[in-house]
């Protein structure tokens, strides 16, 4: 990933219902969801929900995948990592102690059959 493409990322997650929709798609994954029900999730009106899906379309961090009448959206993970490793790359210049909390940290969230901290979203869309 290049600077460039780093700014237009966290651009399209520098927005609260963006930033917010981004996050239920990570915690859906890998099933994804309907724009309809994420913006019901969010509760925002439809129409803004696509506007904002768009934008996150563009900064690659989503895809979507028409469904018959609907179009299921899901969080682009490889994206995402690019994204984490482009702005951690260069974390420790070479002292490991340094990045060691922030991989203990990021590693229980990751682990299968591991529950994250916060399943509040997940949990809600899965139950809908």
């Known amino acids: 990933m290049d600077t460039q493409t780093a700014i ?3 651009s399209a997650l520098a927005q609260p219902t963006r930033l917010e929709a981004f996050r239920s798609l990570v915690a859906v994954e890998p099933q994804g969801i309907a724009a309809g029900e994420l913006a019901r999730l969010e509760d925002v009106p439809q ?3 696509s506007a ?3 934008v996150l379309m563009r ?3 989503v895809s979507g ?3 018959g009448r609907s179009i299921l959206y ?3 993970l490889p994206s995402l990592r690019e994204l984490v490793l482009f702005l951690l790359r260069d974390c420790c210049n070479g002292k490991a102690e340094v990045c060691a909390p922030l991989i ?3 590693t229980p969230c990751c682990l299968p059959g591991r529950a994250s901290p916060d ?3 997940s949990n809600r869309a899965i139950s809908s």
């Open 8 to 10: 237009d990322v966290l």
């Open 47 to 49: 129409n803004t929900m």
């Open 52 to 54: 904002h899906l768009a």
């Open 59 to 61: 900064a690659g961090l």
């Open 65 to 67: 995948e028409r469904r």
């Open 74 to 76: 899901r969080a682009n």
């Open 104 to 106: 203990t940290a990021l």
């Open 119 to 121: 399943k509040t979203i």
